[in-house]
Nanobody, 123 residues
Framework: QVQLVESGGGLVQAGGSLRLSCAAS????????MAWFRQAPGKEREFVAT????????VYADSVKGRFTFSRDNAKNTVYLQMNSLKPEDTAVYYC????????????????WGQGTQVTVSS
């Protein structure tokens, strides 16, 4: 069982930056692949990025590639999403998720979810 708690969301102007964090409980955190998804009002939950157990492999959605950086610190049971050059279309609730296997980009393949943190980018 893993419990996930996101933080770091907020309001930022276009072109600005935010750093999201997701703290996980449980002794087996390092064995999980982790991911970020986002969901804008009226839209489906969208894949943002996923990272394997040791951070050596990261996959990004094309929409965030080159602007977002996903990392993890297994010693702190935490993953991070550094978001730079933010755009109004990045506005969404951002969710952290954990999966038993790496490589999934569909939300249904993730086993555990956080409650989400709101990111709002003004133009």
């Amino acid at each position: 069982q893993v419990q996930l708690v996101e933080s770091g969301g907020g309001l930022v102007q276009a072109g600005g930056s935010l750093r999201l964090s997701c703290a996980a409980s449980g002794r087996t955190f390092s064995s999980y692949a982790m991911a970020w998804f986002r969901q804008a009002p009226g839209k489906e939950r969208e894949f943002v990025a996923t990272i394997n157990w040791d951070g050596g492999i990261i996959v990004y959605a094309d929409s965030v590639k080159g602007r977002f950086t996903f990392s993890r610190d297994n010693a702190k049971n935490t993953v991070y999403l550094q978001m730079n050059s933010l755009k109004p279309e990045d506005t969404a609730v951002y969710y952290c998720a954990a999966a038993f296997t790496f490589g999934a980009i569909r939300s249904g393949e993730y086993n555990y979810w956080g409650q989400g943190t709101q990111v709002t980018v003004s133009s």
